[in-house]
């Protein structure tokens, strides 16, 4: 079975602080991605990775940076927190392919920023 | 940018009734997905249906893809009290290596 697993299931930082996500699979994907989900507006994208060290951005990568230094880790890195980066944020993996597979998703992390 | 969009966004049935859920969409796509939430967790897989196809069937579940009405359903047969979670559609656009999703269903199935 996939596993993805994320570093914490709840986080709580204060307002400027630098935030690490982790995000760890093991099936040997080569596409990993961070969403996070927000009440009322469903899941967005904020980074995909397609390899080790590439990335892309997704619909609102500001404020946020993503590290791929191994094939199964992807790390989502908030430089300084803000309290508009509060929210549920989840780790995804799937096979390469032009949107061809499956993702496999991480139990997500609760973020709170005060 | 959102490309799915479920319809309704609440949906409350009794056990043992089957509960429809569909999708909309706005641009061609490879491949529809569907998805399940649990409350506070990350989301399963259920089932993934291709633009070439037009019914799929998983167990209690049946998707259907209409390309031409650029929507999907999900039917869910004889609910249980463990259906009760979000579902998600999600697309793969043509060319895209990622997917879109929408904001979801929330189904209740009363005991």
């Known amino acids: 079975d996939v596993k993805v697993t994320q570093s914490s299931r709840y986080l709580v930082k204060r307002t400027g602080e630098k935030v690490f996500l982790e995000c760890v699979q093991d099936?040997?994907?080569?596409?990993m991605f961070w969403y996070r989900q927000d009440p009322g507006l469903g899941l967005r994208l904020i980074y995909f990775?397609?390899?080790?060290?590439?990335?892309e951005k997704g619909d609102i990568p500001e404020g946020y940076s993503v590290s791929r230094e191994k094939k199964e880790r992807f790390s989502l890195i908030l430089e300084s927190a803000s309290t508009n980066q509060t929210s549920m944020y989840l780790c995804?993996?799937?096979?390469?392919?032009?949107?061809?597979?499956?993702?496999?998703f991480g139990p997500g992390t609760r973020l709170t920023v005060t | 940018s959102q490309q799915g969009e479920e319809d309704p966004q609440a949906l409350s049935i009794q056990e043992g009734e089957n509960a429809t859920m569909n999708c909309s969409y706005k641009t061609s796509i490879n491949n529809l997905q569907w998805y399940r939430q649990n409350s506070g967790r990350g989301l399963v897989h259920l089932i993934l249906i291709r633009s070439n196809e037009r019914e799929k069937h998983s167990g209690r579940l049946r998707v259907t893809l209409d390309t031409s009405k650029k929507s999907s359903s999900l039917l869910i047969t004889a609910s249980r009290a463990a259906d009760t979670a979000s579902y998600f559609c999600?697309?793969?656009?043509?060319?895209?290596?990622?997917?879109?999703f929408g904001t979801g269903t929330r189904l209740t199935v009363i005991p």
């Open positions: 999600a697309t793969a656009k043509t060319g895209a290596n990622n997917l879109f």
């Open positions: 990775s397609y390899d080790v060290k590439m990335k």
């Open positions: 099936m040997d994907h080569e596409n």
């Open positions: 995804a993996s799937s096979l390469s392919g032009f949107g061809h597979y499956e993702q496999y």
